[in-house]
């Protein structure tokens, strides 16, 4: 059964930093672009940073660049999200999802694994 696993949220104040993991078990994904996503009460689900296979490439949201970085351990099947200067806009849960190409693209749909999510709250 493959699962990907978020921990690391929790409450922080504004300016204070994360680190989310998200553990997969039940396949490797050291082959699949891997993602994070957020979403926020009365809100759609967003992109927030992805990664490709070998960690060649990775982009991220406007509202998080500069702030955030995405990274991956293939050895350990682990994505990670740092989070730094964090804003309470970025209160949300926290989902990782894993791709269906190699890439990882901005666009929920492309991802056909995901995560149970993990709650971030940031307070002013």
């Known amino acids: 059964q493959v699962q990907l696993v978020e921990s690391g949220g929790g409450l922080v104040q504004a300016g204070g930093s994360l680190r989310l993991s998200c553990a997969a078990s039940?396949?490797?994904?050291?082959?699949?672009?891997m993602g994070w996503f957020r979403q926020a009460p009365g809100k759609e689900r967003e992109f927030v940073a992805r990664?490709?296979?070998?960690?060649?490439?990775?982009s991220y949201a406007d509202s998080v660049k500069g702030r955030f970085l995405i990274s991956r351990d293939d050895a350990k099947n682990t994505v990670y999200l740092q989070m730094n200067s964090l804003k309470p806009e970025d209160t949300a849960v926290y989902y990782c999802?894993?791709?269906?190409?190699?890439?990882?693209?901005?666009?929920?749909?492309?991802?056909?694994?995901w995560g149970q999510g993990t709650q971030v709250t940031v307070s002013s």
């Open positions: 039940g396949r490797t994904f050291s082959n699949s672009g």
């Open positions: 990664i490709s296979w070998r960690a060649g490439s990775t």
């Open positions: 999802a894993a791709d269906r190409t190699d890439w990882g693209t901005i666009d929920p749909a492309s991802y056909i694994y």
